[in-house]
């Protein structure tokens, strides 16, 4: 095994303190002897959810030897009370150590410029490799072996239990539920995510008529305890009277009969989507990623797949899926459907001739719409409502172009034509009026509201974090607040004027490499906020370093950089190696300052050298 560069870990602090120990704070001096692993995450970013369940198999397998450690570092407000990551911690069934780092201290220490990041650490106390984004658990599966032989031979693996203590459980009758339903009959189905299950309400919103799912992981077809989800959230009536579920983490779209208790598939391998894969053909045969939520609109389901920033379209009568909207891009563009960006599309609510969509990473409500071209899928066009970016965030009323939300994750339509924000991370249910333009806040007070329905005069939300349905009276009048605004609070790199060499650096997993047979197998896409702050080096390309240019006279922004590599295992005698896609987005604030830096490195996977 080639050396590895010997860098001593930093200690980890947090002032939010320790989650899943049982009340004891940890220390690298407590973890000497085992592989640690660092996850730092924060829960509104799909990325890392998708982590934690790469990390889930790994966990199991070495956990006498393996302690993942997750470092909660947050982008939004909300993300820093302490309370809302306790609830995201059990939300997400992470069943390892958490440290709460509400402001940064141990990220900046280790370095770390994207969520989601993993940083291994050796027996030793020494950091040996780091990864940014998704696809890196083949990796890390060969490294901690490697570390394993390695360090059992020095005598310095030390074996056994690892620090992680569970909480203990509280009954309810939902657990962090996310969408819910409004059947013919009048009950609610309600998507119960954290126990993986359906749920039918009785008309009171609080009765439970019954459980659809065995209450336990998996992608199982069938009645009754039969069924198995993985936190499901979207629902949405389909015209023959049955239900379609975004089965999230499945990734798949599932179908649930309320007249026999019948759940099948109708979409997805159980597989999640990446670059390079089908964006459309027969919808068992293609690959889904987190789809959040669904809603029936221009005569085909819609589907917000909030894990490659895109609307996906369901085809019943065809049997297929297709990609509709989104360029896989993470960002606030509107245009074309096909030209559109989207960050983490979450919810999802046709009225008439605009389907709207609640784009929680850019804190924003969008819609599509027809382009007016005579009605085929290509003459759609994506319009925002409310909402700047991915980096402005808060709590103001008012005019959109000026008004603020925080994450929301669900739309509802109202019958005179506005329509009803689940604005997640303000607690809050907003509106938004087309015909004035004009945002309000109809409700405070609400804990997590995940999406919410009309019944009768009402509007009935779902209060994820308070485990509940909540009914409330639309109000003639909007409740109004004090106006708060934010910007995501991360350090600006500083930059030198001129030239900006930038470096993702990737090192292929031992055994294996990055295999051009058939092409290029990277890809770095490169842009700015605001554009006028390159000159050059902006666009699409297969090499991952290059050099940027920065015009003269703008003095801070932010680079977006997308890269994306694939190995393979590097067996000359196997004609069909098997192959790993690791990709990561990075949204990196920069400052240009005389004597700032000249190269930006960007680890995707490895160490820079």
Same mark, same amino acid.
């Given at each position: 095994?080639?050396p590895r ?10 002032r939010g303190g320790?989650?899943?120990t049982?009340?004891?704070a940890?220390?690298?001096?407590d ?5 640690v692993?660092?996850?730092f995450?924060t ?5 890392c959810?998708h982590v ?6 790994l966990?199991e397998k070495h ?6 450690i997750?470092v ?6 909300h993300?820093a ?5 306790v609830d995201a911690v059990?939300?997400y069934?992470?069943?390892?150590p ?6 940064l ?6 370095a770390?410029r ?10 030793e106390g020494y950091?040996v490799?780091q ?8 990796a890390?599966?060969?490294?901690v ?9 020095k ?6 239990d ?12 939902l657990r962090f539920?996310?969408k ?23 008309a009171?919103g609080?009765?439970v008529v019954?459980?659809i ?5 998996g992608?199982?077809?069938g ?6 989800f993985?936190e499901?959230?979207g629902l949405a009536l389909l015209?023959?009277?049955t239900?379609a ?12 009969d309320?007249?026999?208790g ?6 997805g ?6 670059q390079g894969?089908p964006?459309e053909?027969p ?5 889904l990623?987190s789809p959040?939520d ?8 819609w589907i917000?797949?909030?894990?490659v920033h ?5 085809d019943p009568?065809?049997?297929t899926?297709r990609?509709a909207?989104?360029t896989t891009?993470?960002g606030?563009v ?10 983490q599309p979450?919810?999802?609510a ?5 389907l709207?969509?609640a784009?929680?990473e850019?804190?924003?409500v969008r819609?599509v ?6 009605g085929t899928d ?5 319009r925002?409502?409310v909402?700047?970016?991915l980096?402005?965030f808060?709590h103001?009323?008012?005019a959109?172009g000026?008004?603020l !939300?925080q994450?929301?994750l669900g739309?509802?339509a +109202?019958?005179?034509?506005?329509? *009803?924000? $689940?604005d997640?991370?303000n607690? =809050? ?5 087309p015909?004035t333009?004009?945002?309000?806040t109809l409700?405070?007070d ?8 009309l019944?009768?005069d009402?509007?009935v ?11 409330l009276?639309l109000p ?12 995501t ?15 993702v650096?990737?090192?292929?997993p031992?055994g294996?490499?990055?295999d051009?047979r ?6 770095l896409?490169?842009?700015s906020t605001?554009p006028e702050l390159l ?8 090499d991952l370093?290059r050099?940027?240019v !920065?015009?003269q ?5 932010? +680079?977006?950089v997308?890269a994306? *590599?694939a $190995?393979c295992?590097d067996?000359? =005698? ?15 604030p920069?400052?240009v ?10 680890v ?5 050298a």
């Amino acid at each position: 095994m080639a050396p590895r560069a010997r860098v001593r870990a930093p200690e980890l602090i947090g002032r939010g303190g320790w989650l899943n120990t049982g009340g004891n704070a940890l220390t690298l001096a407590d973890l000497r002897g085992r592989v640690v692993i660092l996850d730092f995450w924060t829960f509104c970013c799909v990325n890392c959810l998708h982590v934690l369940d790469e990390l889930r198999e790994l966990e199991e397998k070495h956990r006498d030897t393996v302690v993942i450690i997750g470092v909660h570092s947050p982008k939004f407000v909300h993300e820093a009370e302490h309370q809302a990551v306790v609830d995201a911690v059990e939300r997400y069934e992470v069943h390892h150590p958490v440290l709460d780092d509400p402001e940064l201290a141990t990220w900046k220490s280790y370095a770390v410029r994207a969520w989601p990041t993993l940083v291994v650490i050796d027996p030793e106390g020494y950091v040996v490799a780091q990864h940014a984004g998704e696809g890196h658990a083949h990796a890390l599966e060969t490294l901690v072996g490697q570390l394993e032989a390695e360090h059992a031979a020095k005598g310095t693996l030390r074996r056994g239990d690892g620090p992680y203590v569970p909480p203990e459980p509280v009954p309810t009758e939902l657990r962090f539920p996310g969408k819910a339903l409004l059947l013919p009959g009048g009950t609610f189905l309600v998507s119960d995510t954290t126990r993986h299950q359906l749920v039918e309400l009785a008309a009171d919103g609080e009765s439970v008529v019954r459980r659809i799912g065995a209450g336990e992981r998996g992608l199982t077809d069938g009645t009754g305890e039969l069924a198995r989800f993985s936190e499901p959230q979207g629902l949405a009536l389909l015209p023959d009277g049955t239900v379609a579920v975004a089965d999230t983490v499945n990734h798949a779209l599932r179908r649930y009969d309320p007249a026999t208790g019948e759940v099948t598939t109708l979409a997805g391998t159980g597989r999640q989507w990446w670059q390079g894969s089908p964006a459309e053909g027969p919808a068992r045969e293609v690959d889904l990623s987190s789809p959040w939520d669904v809603a029936w609109f221009a005569d085909r389901l819609w589907i917000a797949m909030a894990g490659v920033h895109q609307l996906w379209t369901y085809d019943p009568a065809a049997g297929t899926v297709r990609a509709a909207a989104g360029t896989t891009n993470e960002g606030l563009v509107d245009g074309p459907a096909e030209e559109a960006w989207f960050a983490q599309p979450s919810g999802l609510a046709a009225a008439g001739d605009r389907l709207w969509v609640a784009d929680s990473e850019t804190s924003a409500v969008r819609y599509v719409e027809r382009a007016g071209d005579g009605g085929t899928d290509d003459g759609f066009a994506v319009r925002t409502a409310v909402g700047t970016g991915l980096f402005d965030f808060g709590h103001r009323d008012g005019a959109a172009g000026q008004a603020l !939300l925080q994450h929301p994750l669900g739309v509802t339509a +109202l019958p005179d034509g506005s329509v *009803a924000i $689940s604005d997640t991370y303000n607690h =809050a249910l907003r509106r938004y009026d087309p015909a004035t333009g004009e945002v309000t806040t109809l409700a405070t007070d609400l804990r997590e509201p995940s999406g919410a329905v009309l019944a009768d005069d009402d509007i009935v939300v779902v209060e994820s974090a308070r485990h509940r349905l909540t009914r409330l009276r639309l109000p003639e009048e909007a409740v109004r607040v004090e106006a708060v605004a934010h910007r995501t609070q991360r350090a600006a790199t500083d930059i030198a004027p001129g030239t900006l060499r930038l470096d993702v650096v990737f090192q292929a997993p031992g055994g294996q490499k990055l295999d051009t047979r058939y092409g290029p197998s990277t890809r770095l896409l490169v842009s700015s906020t605001p554009p006028e702050l390159l000159a050059g080096g902006d666009g699409a390309g297969t090499d991952l370093s290059r050099e940027l240019v !920065l015009a003269q006279g703008v003095t801070e922004g932010v +680079l977006h950089v997308s890269a994306m *590599a694939a $190995s393979c295992d590097d067996d000359p =005698a196997n004609a069909y190696p098997a192959c790993h896609v690791h990709q990561q987005d990075w949204g990196v604030p920069v400052r240009v300052a005389e004597g700032g830096a000249t190269r930006l490195p960007l680890v995707l996977a490895g160490m820079d050298a």
